[in-house]
């Protein structure tokens, strides 16, 4: 059920921004999410949609491979998500860090959390795949709470 749900959704968008948690949790392999992320990044790769997330998302994803030391898992990881096809990475300038700040003044949420939105509303995004359900406080994005599927 949560995959059909899944993929009517994804079917109905053509540019969908992705939280940092989607990647940590195919990157994981996390039992629980992995079949909607592994649906999620297969359908990214057959180009069926446009992906697209802010270089936080990369920050935040090569923090505990550096604090472990682990040089080679974040070379590993900057290599295959710096490839990953149909996935825009989309730096912070002025126009976000000012939509973030509006974000994070009305919608009370934090710093890396109004980025992340205001990546997906600057970039055109028409959906937003996260598993935080804070973002559904933004009426600016369609947003989709992982756990809801399951």
């Known amino acids: 059920m ?5 993929r009517t959704f994804l079917r109905a968008h053509r540019r969908v921004a992705l939280d940092t ?5 195919q990157w994981e392999a996390n039992p629980r999410y992995s079949p909607l992320t592994d649906y999620i990044f297969s359908t990214l790769e ?24 682990d040089t080679v898992r974040a070379n590993e990881l900057l290599g295959m998500l710096s490839t990953f096809p149909h996935l825009e990475w989309i730096s912070p300038d002025l126009e976000i860090a000012v939509r973030a700040a509006e974000i994070r003044a009305h919608h ?3 710093t890396p959390d109004a980025i992340q939105a205001a990546t997906a509303i600057h970039s055109r995004a028409t959906a937003f795949i996260t598993n935080d359900p804070i973002f559904t406080r ?10 809801r599927f399951l």
């Open 138 to 147: 933004i009426p600016d994005l369609q947003t989709v709470v992982l756990d």
């Open 21 to 25: 948690c989607i990647f940590i949790y």
């Open 46 to 69: 057959q180009s069926h949609f446009v992906a697209l997330t802010s270089t936080i998302t990369l920050t935040e994803l090569l923090v505990h491979p550096y604090r472990n030391q």
């Open 108 to 110: 009370r949420l934090q």
């Open 2 to 6: 949560a995959l059909a749900q899944l």
